[in-house]
């Protein structure tokens, strides 16, 4: 008796344990294909999961926001975490964030008031071709429409 086409039996592939293990992967701050490669599955595995069982999604968009608030603990405090994660700390965060602004203002302020080192370039037209040549003679019979005159 020969096998059927499709997937070698051997169980299932994800498994209540398995889909644990790579809930706990996402929660802890790993992206989606980290974690599935550190369980040993497909990538796209759990997003089909995701797609057909209802209460994994739920449990995936929970791992999820835990995952990125675990990434962003990890980002020191300063201007990115500012402007980027709306960090608005008052000892780190906030000052940086306005110093590096002023920084910026001050510095187009001096761009804008310098006179420029040297002039801007002039840029040279060439000439057109003298009527006599023959390159305008082609171009001008090329593109003029032909004389079409009563015979």
């Not at 405090?77 to 001050?106: F, M, Q």
């Amino acid at each position: 008796m020969t096998r059927g086409r499709g997937r070698p039996a051997g169980g299932p592939l994800f498994d209540e344990a398995t889909r644990q293990q790579f809930l706990d992967q996402v929660a802890a701050g790993a992206q989606l294909g980290e974690a599935a490669a550190a369980v040993g599955i497909h990538r796209n595995l759990p997003g089909y999961h995701a797609r057909t069982d209802g209460v994994f999604a739920r449990r995936l968009e929970e791992a999820l926001a835990r995952g990125k608030a675990a990434r962003a603990d990890k980002v020191p405090h300063g201007e990115y975490r500012y402007n980027v994660l709306g960090c608005r700390c008052k000892e780190i965060c906030t000052p940086a964030a306005s110093a590096a602004r002023a920084g910026r203002r001050r510095a187009a302020d001096a761009d804008a008031t310098r006179e420029p080192d040297s002039p801007a370039p002039v840029r040279t037209v060439p000439k057109a071709p003298e009527p006599e040549s023959p390159t305008s003679f082609l171009l001008r019979s090329r593109s003029s429409p032909p004389d079409r005159r009563a015979a």
